[in-house]
């Protein structure tokens, strides 16, 4: 046997075995084919289809293409709402959970809360806009086939009750932790935690309850004691020196292990959009319409975030010269995700300075 | 007994087959004799061989997804040459499997971002799976240097600095020519002689 074997995929149908559609992901059981799919009699099968979203990947897309574009309604009705509000009265807005001590932070960015407020009537909104891009009759459909599937911008909330089954995105973290090394004593590079910031702001343009998502993250991986809270994780962020407001100093190494594995269990859970965003198989059209709507939504939170001035920044902003940059992102995220993304992750991060 | 472990993406999937290496005590769900594995893509030549060629696509895949991530992609192979990833485009990777058997051509895969992660993480979960009790030799991720990074910038950018410090070097020794030199005293004759005493 050797490489030089690989048997036609053709040839591989014809071979005529058993393959049952539902072991395979949707869009490969006709394609995927093969003989070795049966198990032999005495032979003992640990199918480990480590991402749920396998099975559910267009499911999934259509989702998360739902997730971001209730994040731009939701966005534009927020900050036009909050703003204002938090300006004047240095109050945050309250989401669930969220104790009033935390909310009295008085550095604390009012824009940084935006992306946590979800509007009850933003399903309908989403759903007024889905035909628009023609796909909210294949999502119904969807929906009916397999009624696991929440609603729109819950994701937060099925990623949970995924992860209770034992399928769920967060079962690789698990294995995020085992291979997590102790935390290494250099400090990040500041190229690497503009790096590390600007993933997790991928991660919330991706998803509308991507911060919230971030939180409840870390306390699934029991890193409580490092991100304790919103204030804690914005302080952290803030040692990004594109950011508005910057902290001076590094962040410390169980400050950077704890963001990388909160960023590499974000992509396992992001996923699915994350390679939809990725692949050329994709219909041309389909693919340019998530690219703009993630584009939108990362422009506005980097706008909210950001200190315009800075170069880096203007070239994120750029919708020519920054998409090279955008697409490294969302790569370097997809290839973050999963079980060994945290070690390959972090080499990126401490990377010299160039 | 025979176990068989597989690992579901969107566009491929791995299974490996082996049998518990009994003499070293392992347990009867632990793979710590590979048999056999094969690889299925979507649309493509499905792969299969031993525990060498898994090791070797291993060898050369992971690393390639590591130098991806500083988005500094070059070309990885692994120890033996018999599996090479090389950049072949904008969010194109072309895999190249040399078989072990004679006369047999090399396989040639090209892969866009989205599959090349599948298979990056396929061959993660197989790597750490706790039932697979098997020495692997795979290179430790490790940050790059400097060096290394050049790549990813223009080369415009990256020559910026050394020409700039040679047209300063050249205009300041320009200028320090132009100065004018300084006369030469003859001190004998400018010397006045020192007058006598009364």
């Known amino acids: 046997m050797g490489f030089g074997q690989a048997r036609p995929a053709a040839q591989a149908r014809e071979l005529g075995h058993k393959a049952k559609p539902a072991e395979l992901p949707p869009g490969c059981a006709d394609q995927l084919r093969a003989g070795s799919c049966c198990a032999a009699r005495r032979q003992q099968i640990i199918d480990d289809q480590h991402l749920a979203a396998a099975a559910e990947g267009i499911a999934l897309d259509l989702q998360a293409i739902g997730a971001v574009l209730e994040g731009v309604v939701d966005t534009r009705y927020n900050s036009r709402q909050l703003a204002g509000f938090a300006h004047r009265h240095k109050a945050q807005p309250h989401s669930g959970g969220q104790s009033r001590t935390n909310d009295e932070a008085a550095r604390l960015d009012p824009h940084d809360q935006i992306g946590l407020q979800t509007l009850t009537n933003s399903t309908e909104l989403s759903n007024h806009l889905l035909p628009a891009l023609g796909i909210a009759h294949q999502r ?36 995020i932790i085992a291979a997590m090394a102790s935390p290494t004593a250099a400090p990040l590079p500041r190229r690497g935690i503009e790096r590390l910031d600007l993933m997790l702001l991928c991660a919330e343009a991706l998803d509308l309850n991507g911060a919230e998502a971030t939180l409840w993250l870390s306390e699934e991986l029991g890193l409580t004691e490092v991100v304790s809270d919103r204030v804690e994780l914005w302080k952290q962020r803030c040692h990004n020196p594109l950011r508005r407001h910057v902290r001076r100093g590094s962040l ?46 990362l422009r506005e939170l980097i706008r909210e975030r950001l200190n315009p001035r800075r170069s880096g920044v203007q070239t994120l902003l750029d919708p020519v010269g920054g998409a090279p940059q955008r697409r490294q992102l969302i790569r370097t995220m997809a290839l973050a995700a999963g079980q060994g993304g945290f070690e390959r992750l972090k080499a990126s991060l401490m990377d010299a300075s160039s | ?105 090399a396989l040639e895969v090209s892969l866009d971002d989205a ?39 223009p080369k415009r950018q990256r020559l910026a600095a050394p020409v700039a410090a040679l047209l300063v070097l050249g205009v300041s020794t320009a200028a320090s020519l132009l100065l004018p030199a300084p006369k030469l005293v003859n001190v004998e004759a400018t010397t006045s002689k020192p007058t006598p005493r009364r």
Request: glycine share 8%.
């Open chain 1, 140 to 175: 119904r459909q969807i929906a009916k086939q397999d009624a696991r599937l929440g609603e729109i911008g819950d994701l937060a909330h099925q990623a949970a009750q995924v992860d209770r089954g034992g399928h769920g995105p967060l079962a690789g973290s698990h294995g």
């Open chain 1, 252 to 297: 410390t190494p169980s400050e950077t292990d704890a963001l990388i594995q909160v960023l590499c269990s974000q992509s396992e859970r992001l996923y699915p959009l994350l390679r939809a965003l990725l692949s050329a198989q994709e219909p041309l059209d389909i693919s340019q319409q998530r690219w703009a709507l993630f584009e939108e939504r």
């Open chain 2, 1 to 105: 007994m025979k176990q068989t472990l597989r690992f579901d993406q969107i566009s491929c999937r791995l299974q490996v087959e082996g049998l518990p290496d009994v003499s070293a005590g392992q347990g009867s769900d632990a793979i710590g004799i590979v048999t056999g594995w094969n690889l299925q893509w979507a649309g493509r030549p499905e792969l299969e061989g031993k525990k060498e060629h898994l090791q070797a696509l291993m060898q050369a895949v992971l690393p390639y997804a590591r130098l991806l991530l500083s988005d500094a992609p070059r070309l990885q192979h692994s120890l033996d040459q018999s599996v090479q990833v090389t950049p072949a485009g904008p969010g194109v990777h072309r895999l190249t499997l040399r078989s072990s058997q004679p006369d047999t051509p």
């Open chain 2, 115 to 153: 599959e090349l992660a599948d298979l990056v993480r396929v061959l993660d979960q197989l790597r750490l799976e706790p039932r697979l009790q098997l020495q692997l030799e795979l290179p430790a991720a490790q940050p790059l240097r400097g060096r290394q990074l050049q790549a990813r910038i």
